[in-house]
């Protein structure tokens, strides 16, 4: 298995400010996923990040707005720019183990963000 | 486009009884599929997959059964108690780790 921890767990931030979410995992994993889940919503990809190449972001997501970095194999950064009310949800962190036999993908706690 | 479709919002069982959660799908190229737990405002926890090569998958009180050619699987939760209350999503997977989820399913146990 694989500990991912998020930080921050949750903050209430102004509209128009941006805010980075940090996400630990205490391996070494290849890929990492940054996933949105707003209110009443399901869970959605925001954007793929692997180590030492950009980010492969989803429909509907753009670099400007979520840049992410990846600096090595066990952290990954989300920033949420310039944000505004629509922004609020739940951000989670995910880690793929052992991507050839298809296995598990495991979620951080999550980082609830909520602009006013 | 919604390729993974849990269509009962909510379902509400006695403890002791089974649970049986519903997810369906269009995308034939998913090849592995998982259910997560999920409580409000948390990450969400696996609790069990499988892979399209298989039809059945036990782990404890928890078996996901998968049917390929009507693209639909379940999840048997045997016996019931009123801790598995929560969210239950299901998700699957094209390769590389990028889920697609189903809406999520309420389950509700009642002591």
């Known amino acids: 298995s694989a500990v991912i921890s998020q930080k921050p767990s949750r903050d209430i931030c102004q509209r128009g400010t941006s805010l980075t979410i940090q996400c630990q995992v205490d391996?070494?994993?290849?890929?990492m996923f940054w996933y949105r889940q707003q209110p009443g919503q399901s869970l959605t990809l925001i954007a793929t990040?692997?180590?030492?190449?950009?980010?492969?972001?989803e429909s509907g997501f753009v670099i400007d707005k979520f840049p992410i970095s990846r600096p090595n194999l066990t952290f990954s950064t989300l920033t949420v720019s310039n944000m505004s009310p629509e922004d609020s949800s739940i951000y989670l962190c995910?880690?793929?183990?052992?991507?050839?036999?298809?296995?598990?993908?495991?979620f951080g706690e999550g980082s609830w963000l909520t602009v006013v | 486009d919604q390729q993974v479709k849990q269509n009962s919002p909510s379902l509400s069982v006695q403890e002791g009884r089974i649970s049986i959660l519903n997810c369906d799908y269009t995308?034939?190229?998913?090849?592995?599929f998982l259910w997560y737990k999920k409580y409000p405002a948390e990450g969400p926890t696996f609790l069990i997959s499988?892979?399209?090569?298989?039809d059945k998958n036990e782990d404890g009180r928890f078996t996901v059964f998968l049917n390929k050619s009507a693209k639909h699987l379940s999840l048997h939760i045997v016996p019931s108690q009123p801790g598995d209350s929560a969210v239950y999503f299901c998700?699957?997977?094209?390769?590389?780790?990028?889920?697609?989820f189903g809406q999520g399913t309420i389950l509700t146990v009642h002591p």
């Open positions: 995910s880690v793929a183990v052992d991507i050839r036999s298809g296995n598990t993908i495991y």
């Open positions: 391996s070494q994993v290849t890929m």
């Open positions: 998700a699957a997977a094209g390769g590389y780790g990028k889920l697609t």
């Open positions: 995308n034939s190229m998913f090849d592995y």
């Open positions: 990040a692997n180590q030492g190449s950009e980010a492969t972001y």
């Open positions: 499988i892979s399209s090569i298989k």
